[in-house]
C-alpha cells in the first residue's frame, strides 16, 4: 500500500503562483513514476504532470511552459510548480503514482485525497 498526502492548495490570482507538494508513504519501492492529475467541477479528471524514475517528464498541453512537475526521491516528495495560473487552472488537484511512467499516465495505483485549487479572475 502506497499513501500519498498532498498540501499547498489555495486560492490564488489570475497569473499568480502556487506550489503543490506530495508526499509517499508505504510500499513506495513500488513506486517509479509519479503525476499530477486535476478534476473540475462537471469534467473528467485530467493528467496534468508526470514524472518517471530518470526525471523524464509529461506534461498536459494545456499546462506546458507554465508548470514545472519535479520530486526528491530522498524525501519521498514530488512537487508541482504552478506558474501564471488562469481561472481555468481551478481544480481539486489529486497526487498519483505507479510502478511505471505508461501506468502513471493511463491508470495509477495510488492517489492522494485532492487539494483544491482556486484560482480568481
Known amino acids: 500500500q502506497v499513501q500519498l498526502v498532498e498540501s499547498g492548495g489555495g486560492l490564488v490570482q489570475a497569473g499568480g503562483s502556487l506550489r503543490l507538494s506530495c508526499a509517499a508513504s508505504?510500499?513506495?519501492?513500488?513506486?517509479?513514476?509519479m503525476g499530477w492529475y486535476r478534476q473540475a467541477p462537471g469534467k473528467q479528471r485530467e493528467l496534468v504532470a508526470a514524472?518517471?524514475?530518470?526525471?523524464?517528464?509529461n506534461y498536459a498541453d494545456s499546462v506546458k511552459g507554465r508548470f514545472t512537475i519535479s520530486r526528491e526521491n530522498a524525501k519521498k516528495m514530488v512537487y508541482l510548480q504552478m506558474n501564471s495560473l488562469k481561472p481555468e487552472d481551478t481544480a481539486v488537484y489529486y497526487c498519483?503514482?505507479?510502478?511505471?511512467?505508461?501506468?502513471?499516465?493511463?491508470?495509477?495505483?495510488?492517489w492522494g485525497q485532492g487539494t483544491q485549487v482556486t484560482v480568481s479572475s
Open positions: 498519483a503514482a505507479a510502478r511505471t511512467m505508461l501506468l502513471v499516465t493511463t491508470s495509477p495505483t495510488s
Open positions: 508505504g510500499s513506495i519501492f513500488s513506486i517509479n513514476a
Open positions: 514524472i518517471g524514475s530518470g526525471y523524464s517528464t
